[in-house]
């Protein structure tokens, strides 16, 4: 059984197809949408020891030609100097126009994928074969695409949607816990910036969906892909609505600037920490009650993911903002925050005083 999302975006629609086994059709249901296409896929050490083979049976299975490309595995792949390296080892295959590139991993392996299809032959195709959660609900679905520089995250991309999404949820049963509470967190932003009553599921169906019971857990993904799907299909390029998909990006991408991008610091984790946050400064400006800034820090809390940055060392709450002030979403010098007027209404500000934003960081461990 499988679920299907439409990403409508006029002649670049797409869908998003989620369900267990989909890397094991994933040949033949490449081949009846797009036929005989040569295919090159791109992925991460990690991933490939636990399901490039069966990606590659399948291709097989269905007569595609296609060549591999493997990456170290971790944030620090998604770097600006190395972005060169892959697109070269992707230009040894001697690729045409025609080619697809298939992205099989996480948010790193999505991100780098979708940018050299956008950068390689001025432009080709790509498919998102997203093995965690976090990249199943969130990256994979959209058109982001980027890598970092010493100066921050993502700084560097383009806007290049997918042909398809295949969400493979039985994927999720070899990601080490860590990974698939950071992903978890992702989830609780949609309830967060949206969606009370998703909000108020997810305290009730937690457990389970990070027992990766099949029920709850594909109801989830569905759910966080449909929301994304109308708000992409809204505003693509973040002119407007999609803008509150970054809560609690401003301050996660800091954190991991600060933290250099390590495996310390997992992206979901800071996203976890940067909700915290952002529930906190929306608490302090009088935009929520407390009781509901302590509710959403107990619903990350209560997945395991971290709320304060003080386990992260001594970090400074001025390089922290200052790290948020080189955020791509800055704008005539002032930093795009996303804060909450209730659980499930997000809303965009530029115009929040040093001295409390400063404050937030310091109450939860900046120093």
């Known amino acids: ?92 295959f001697s690729p045409e126009r ?57 700084l560097i991309g383009a806007f290049h949607q997918p042909r398809l999404v295949l969400a493979d949820l039985a994927a999720l049963a070899t990601l080490p816990a860590r990974e698939l509470r950071a992903g978890y967190a992702e989830m609780i932003k949609y309830g967060v910036l949206g969606d009370a009553d998703f909000f108020a599921w997810l305290e009730a169906h937690g457990p389970a969906v990070l027992g990766l019971d099949p029920v709850d857990l594909e109801t989830a993904v569905a759910h966080c892909c449909r929301m994304k799907a109308e708000i992409v299909g809204e505003d693509e390029r973040e002119a407007g609505r999609r803008a509150l998909l970054n809560l609690g990006h401003t301050f996660g991408h800091a954190l991991e600037a600060e933290t250099g991008f390590g495996d310390n610091l997992l992206h979901g984790e800071s996203v976890a920490i940067g909700i915290a946050l952002a529930a906190d400064l929306s608490a302090r400006l009088g935009r929520i009650a407390p009781a509901d800034a302590t509710r959403i820090a107990a619903l990350i809390a209560a997945s ?49 005083p040093v001295e409390d934003l400063r404050a937030v960081l310091k109450a939860r461990g900046a120093c």
């Open 1 to 92: 059984m499988t679920t299907n999302v439409a990403v409508s975006l006029a002649n670049r629609s797409y869908e998003i197809v989620i369900g267990p086994g989909l890397i094991a059709t994933a040949g033949a249901d490449i081949r009846s949408r797009f036929g005989t296409r040569k295919l090159i896929v791109i992925t991460d050490e990690t991933v490939a020891r636990f399901h490039l083979s069966g990606l590659e049976t399948s291709l097989r299975t269905a007569g595609l030609e296609f060549g591999v490309v493997t990456v170290p595995a971790g944030e620090q792949s998604k770097d600006l100097h190395r972005f060169p390296e892959l697109c070269e080892r992707v230009l040894d």
């Open 304 to 352: 395991g993911c971290p709320t304060d940055i003080a386990p992260l060392g001594a970090l400074p709450a001025d390089r922290l903002i200052a790290h948020m002030g080189h955020d791509k979403k800055v704008e005539g010098g002032r930093i795009t925050f996303i804060l909450i007027d209730a659980i499930g209404h997000a809303i965009t500000t530029r115009d929040i």
């Open 98 to 154: 025609g080619v697809m590139l298939v992205a099989l991993g996480g948010g790193v392996v999505g991100d780098l994928t979708g940018f050299a299809a956008a950068s390689l032959l001025r432009g080709v195709d790509f498919i998102q074969i997203p093995t965690t959660l976090l990249a199943q609900i969130d990256s994979s679905v959209g058109g982001k695409t980027g890598v970092n520089t010493r100066q921050g995250k993502n």
